[in-house]
T-cell receptor, first 107, second 113 residues
Framework: GQQVQQSPASLVLQEGENAELQCNFSTSLNSMQWFYQRPGGSLVSLFYNPSGTKHSGRLTSTTVIKERRSSLHISSSQTTDSGTYLCALKNNNAPRFGAGTKLSVKP | DPKIIQKPKYLVAVTGSEKILICEQYLGHNAMYWYRQSAKKPLEFMFSYSYQKLMDNQTASSRFQPQSSKKNHLDLQITALKPDDSATYFC????????????FGSGTRLTVL
């Protein structure tokens, strides 16, 4: 079955609102990585976060291994945040991706 | 400068033909990967290599064959192309195949007519 599940599948925000994206996994975890995929398709690494909390500007990632989840918080969203957010789980094999959260931020 | 180079950026092929997708990384990494993303499915793992050896394979079809002529190269040969093979193929690399940050190329968008 699906090892990595992301929610919500899509999200529409007004500029300035916050977003909370979830990644739940059903297996053990060696690493967790969050990516932003631009509308054109290229992938940008946001966080490599196997456990704990990390911050980068308006973004915060929290991974809780015991609860088998990782979250990505976007504060004060901007229209340029629009795109797809993907989480990738690595256990003993190559990283596997969730289906993504498609975020649309309206002006 | 892009550190993972994929060529070509766009590729159109006819059904039944054969194509090779090129990937070179200049990050000094030892592990390389291929992923596929089609309109109908999420980013899907295909192959991983470490020190030029196959480590993990999630692709059922033998029509997909990775080729590693050098440590920093992992090409993907696709034979007997089908319209369902149409997708964007992403190459990625990491320092090694343990828990390491993954870096992606910009992808090759393949269309099979």
């Amino acid at each position: 079955g699906q090892q990595v599940q992301q929610s919500p599948a899509s999200l529409v925000l007004q500029e300035g609102e916050n977003a909370e994206l979830q990644c739940n996994f059903s297996t053990s975890l060696n690493s967790m990585q969050w990516f932003y995929q631009r509308p054109g398709g290229s992938l940008v690494s946001l966080f490599y976060n196997p456990s704990g909390t990390k911050h980068s500007g308006r973004l915060t990632s929290t991974t809780v291994i015991k609860e088998r989840r990782s979250s990505l918080h976007i504060s004060s969203s901007q229209t340029t945040d629009s795109g797809t957010y993907l989480c990738a789980l690595k256990n003993n094999n190559a990283p596997r991706f969730g289906a993504g959260t498609k975020l649309s931020v309206k002006p | 400068d892009p550190k993972i180079i994929q060529k070509p950026k766009y590729l159109v092929a006819v059904t039944g033909s054969e194509k090779i997708l090129i990937c070179e990384q200049y990050l000094g990494h030892n592990a390389m990967y291929w992923y596929r993303q089609s309109a109908k499915k999420p980013l899907e793992f295909m192959f991983s290599y470490s020190y030029q050896k196959l480590m993990d394979n999630q692709t059922a079809s033998s029509r997909f064959q990775p080729q590693s002529s050098k440590k920093n190269h992992l090409d993907l040969q696709i034979t007997a192309l089908k319209p369902d093979d149409s997708a964007t193929y992403f190459c990625a690399s990491s320092q090694d195949n343990s828990a390491e940050t993954l870096y992606f190329g910009s992808g090759t968008r393949l269309t099979v007519l």
